[in-house]
């Protein structure tokens, strides 16, 4: 089965840092989605991205939040000064169509510890 | 009232037991509904679609009463393979997210 791919699977930084989280959707999506998950607690929507540009946004995806489509196949999530809240798991998602009754694929998650 | 609401758990059942989860949403206009399983740290994934007459696979059943406004997972002859935690998911419809409830963890005992 096809699948969305993510790295770093573990990303350490220091507060007010600048990271990156890479994904690579599955290739013939064309919706693609950032959520993330604090320990414990549910997964959070942050993000989602059409047409090469964001469909729509939580109030979690403030100006430090960017995301890029840099090329055909990689979607990128940059958090520009990263806060010790930021600790989380992010996964990245694709569907093939809007969702409704559409399948959100998922990556395995990239886990960022702020320190 | 929470847009997504579930029993955390956990439950703990028997091996072969039946075991069912609720959960409620508060949005009425609400299109289409999800469960997914998300094992300890990893990611979620779409154990299956639930539609207006109810569905069925294997041992998993889900059904949607949308008067009452829940869904619900039903499933038979639980394995230790089925211990994880099953989140609710619902679409509000026209918008290109879904939000997801907490999730209710399962542990089946041998």
């Known amino acids: 089965e096809p699948e969305v791919t993510q790295t770093p699977s573990h990303q350490v930084t220091q507060m007010g840092q600048e990271v990156i989280l890479r994904c690579v959707p599955i290739?013939?999506?064309?919706?693609f989605y950032w959520y993330r998950q604090i320990l414990g607690q549910k997964v959070e929507f942050l993000v989602s991205?059409?047409?090469?540009?964001?469909?729509?946004k939580s109030e979690i995806f403030d100006d430090q939040f960017s995301v890029e489509r840099p090329d055909g196949s990689n979607f990128t999530l940059k958090i520009r000064s990263t806060k010790l809240e930021d600790s989380a798991m992010y996964f990245c998602a694709s569907s093939e169509a809007l969702l409704g009754y559409e399948k959100l694929f998922f990556g395995s998650g990239t886990q960022l510890s702020v320190l | 009232r929470k847009e997504v609401e579930q029993d955390p758990g956990p439950f703990n059942v028997p091996e072969g037991a039946t075991v069912a989860f609720n959960c409620t949403y508060s949005?009425?206009?609400?299109?289409?509904f999800f469960w997914y399983r998300q094992d300890c740290r990893k990611e979620p994934k779409l154990l299956m679609s639930v539609y207006s007459s109810g569905n069925e696979d294997g041992r998993f059943t889900a059904q949607l009463n949308r008067a009452s406004q829940y869904i619900s997972l039903l499933i038979r002859d639980s394995k230790l393979s089925d211990s994880a935690t099953y989140l609710c998911v619902v679409n509000p419809g026209g918008y290109q997210k879904v939000t997801f409830g907490t999730g209710t963890k399962l542990q089946v005992i041998p």
């Open positions: 991205f059409y047409n090469n540009e964001i469909s729509e």
């Open positions: 290739s013939n999506h064309l919706y």
């Open positions: 949005n009425s206009a609400s299109q289409s």
